[in-house]
């Protein structure tokens, strides 16, 4: 098989990965990809949302599958394209994709349906949300209803914080023009569960939790995420069939029947309340560190599965590790807030473990920074504290004068 990956970062990367390992992948090409995956896949000089020169791509190189990773693929219709062609490709619709794309869709979609969440509001008027937020307990949870690259919610804990918030989702259209839901607090452990999905039928993979704050101990700004691991001690057996019974198989089904069926990934972003599992959010694609930790535990070929998802055919059942996996992000000093680019980076070929690359580049030959969050390395070990120890070890072994990282990540587990 010749697959064609679709994106850039660490996510693409780790599915680069996998596929790497599939003994029915004779070639792997990655449009842009970065400097990591290069080494593992032939990088093709074409953005993630030009679809046309994607579609020629593929037409021209006789790839039999397109796998897609970021969200912006998916909101501009790459699947309805590919598929319109006769394309196979691993990825849900434009109106699928509105599970993400929209908060208020799927707000209104799970309200429909349901499927167990926050109480909501939606907004359009800045005077209107913060009456209303002023009228409520606090913290407020405020969400734009679009896309955001990670960065569109807020918790505000005060009123000022909900009016400076609003102002930049509403009044300054930081993130474009649109609306804005207003969600009831939640409270309880947060946790990702990713399914492939395709129409009713939803395979689970390992739970994973990732670290949205910037610094140890869950200090600092929300970022895209500084680090993840599997195998979390709180959530049971019991917590998952709850959220398979009543999350995950149940919103499948509605957007089946809303005549949007899924075909690709479903990530669940959830909460285990005292109230039981609810939703934060959902992603119509892999996540983002926790792909990183996940994929690495898979013990099937992962082509076959990607496949079988995008023809609507039955997989053989996935088989996972039973190991452990945490990861560590290192980031450039700055982020998520303004940072420079170009910093070598040396000592990625010393690290025991698996190094994502999420923004870096080549340039005169060596290895520098490229973005906001550079490298993920991942250890594995048959313990969360085994995968915590290496984890920190071997970040250490690499050497950036602009990197910062987490040392705490999985410290919810060890509680």
């Given amino acids: ?144 209803d679009g896309l955001a690259a990670g960065k569109g919610v807020v918790i ?94 149940p919103t499948a089904k509605a957007m089946v029947a809303e005549g949007c069926p899924l075909t690709g990934v479903l990530y669940g972003g959830l909460m285990k309340t005292a109230d039981g599992v609810k939703v934060i959010e959902f992603n119509a694609r892999f996540g983002d560190p926790e792909t990183e930790v996940v994929l690495p535990l898979i013990d099937s070929d992962i082509a076959n599965v990607f496949e079988a998802v995008a023809t609507a055919v039955t997989p053989a059942p996935i088989v996972w590790s039973k190991d452990v996996t945490l990861g560590i992000v290192l980031a450039s000093k700055g982020y998520p807030g303004d940072y420079a680019k170009g910093y070598p980076i040396h000592g990625t070929e010393r690290v025991d473990g698996t190094v994502f690359h999420m923004g870096t580049a080549v340039k005169d030959g060596e290895l520098v920074t490229n973005g906001g969050r550079v490298l993920f390395v991942v250890a594995k070990g048959a313990t969360l504290a085994d995968a915590h120890r290496k984890a920190n070890e071997e970040v250490s072994k690499i050497e950036c004068e602009n990197l910062f990282h987490r040392t705490d990540i999985g410290h919810k587990a060890f509680a």
């Fill in 156 to 249: 505000a804990e005060t009123i000022e914080e909900a009016r400076e918030a609003l102002r930049d989702m509403l009044l300054d259209d930081r993130f474009g023009k649109g609306r804005v839901v207003v969600e009831d607090f939640l409270e309880g452990p947060e946790f990702s569960l990713m399914c492939f999905v395709e129409g009713e039928n939803v395979y689970p993979m390992p739970v994973a939790q990732d670290h949205k704050r910037a610094y140890d101990g869950d200090k600092g700004p929300n970022t895209g995420g500084m680090g993840a691991y599997t195998s979390l001690p709180f959530i049971t057996a019991d917590d998952l069939e709850y959220a398979m019974e009543h999350v995950m198989r």
């Fill in 1 to 144: 098989m010749k697959v064609l990956v679709v994106g850039s970062g660490g996510r693409e990367h780790a599915i680069v990965d996998a596929l790497h390992r599939s003994p029915s992948v004779d070639k792997i090409y990655c449009a842009p990809g970065n400097a990591g995956i290069a080494q593992q896949a032939e990088c093709v000089a074409i953005k993630d949302t030009e679809v046309e020169k994607l579609k020629r791509f593929v037409e021209e190189n006789a790839i039999d599958l397109t796998v897609v990773g970021p969200e912006a693929a998916l909101a501009v219709g790459i699947a309805d394209e590919f598929r319109k062609a006769g394309l196979k490709i691993f990825g849900h619709t434009k109106a699928a994709a509105r599970i993400e794309t929209s908060k208020e869709f799927a707000k209104q979609l799970m309200e429909k349906y349901g499927i167990p969440t926050a109480g909501y509001k939606a907004f359009d008027s800045y005077d209107e949300a913060v009456a209303y937020v002023e009228s409520r307990p606090l913290p407020a949870v405020l969400k734009y």
